[in-house]
């Protein structure tokens, strides 16, 4: 079945630092979701990437969509404490359901 | 409502005994998902409902795990014979668009305990 796997696992920053995670999938994907969840919540939605090579923006954070539609990635710039939580990217491939990636947990020290 | 609902937010039960998890998704909502999520772990998807329908309920663990959808609404996911290895947050979530490129709206979850 479709496997979306998801690197790193954990990261600790400092504040101000730059921060990536990565999703990667074992099939084509026909779109990409990122959400996040804050210690003790639910997930959040963030965004949807569906085109090839598709990059989209809000404020510090970018997201991209892989020209072969099999990877995506979250990047902040310049981190700060509000942006704790977990990172989950959640792909689907044709009429498949969603599946998620097992997260990236960000924490970030003042 | 304003939000996906679910209750109970906590449960504890003891081993061997059935449980049933509710959720209310937003109205309007055709698609309903319900996920796991055990402790420090990513979401364990389990079954999926269009409407009254489930299409994919690839992910229900065992027969022990079931759910129904009522009227195009309100969702039940109900676990018999609890074990231990069920203890997890169930997530349900609801999404206005079917198929696999709506938006996800999750709830608070359901924080089940077999002790």
């Known amino acids: 079945g479709q496997q979306v796997m998801q690197i790193p696992q954990y990261q600790h920053v400092q504040e101000g630092e730059d921060f990536t995670t990565y999703c990667n999938s074992s099939?084509?994907?026909?779109?990409i979701q990122w959400y996040k969840q804050r210690p003790g919540g639910h997930p959040v939605f963030l965004i949807q990437?569906?085109?090839?090579?598709e990059v989209k923006k809000q404020k510090r954070l970018t997201f991209q969509f892989g020209e072969a539609k099999k990877n995506s990635s979250l990047h902040i710039t310049a981190t700060q404490t509000t942006d704790v939580g977990t990172y989950f990217c959640a792909g689907a491939g044709g009429y498949s359901t969603l599946t998620f990636g097992k997260g990236t947990m960000l924490l970030v020290s003042p | 409502g304003a939000g996906v609902s679910q209750s109970p937010s906590n449960k504890v039960t003891e081993k061997g005994k059935d449980v049933e998890l509710r959720c209310d998704p937003i109205?309007?909502?055709?698609?309903l998902y319900w996920y796991r999520q055990s402790l420090g772990q990513g979401l364990e998807f389990l079954i999926y409902f269009q409407g009254n329908s489930a299409p994919d309920k690839s992910g229900l663990p065992s027969d022990r795990f079931s759910a129904e959808r009522t009227g195009g609404s309100v969702s039940t996911l109900t676990i018999q014979r609890t074990q231990q290895e069920d203890s997890a947050v169930y997530l349900c979530a609801s999404s206005q668009r079917w198929g696999n490129t709506g938006e996800l709206f999750f709830g608070e979850g359901s924080r089940l305990t077999v002790l």
């Open positions: 099939t084509t994907l026909s779109n």
């Open positions: 109205s309007g909502h055709t698609a």
């Open positions: 990437l569906v085109k090839s090579g």
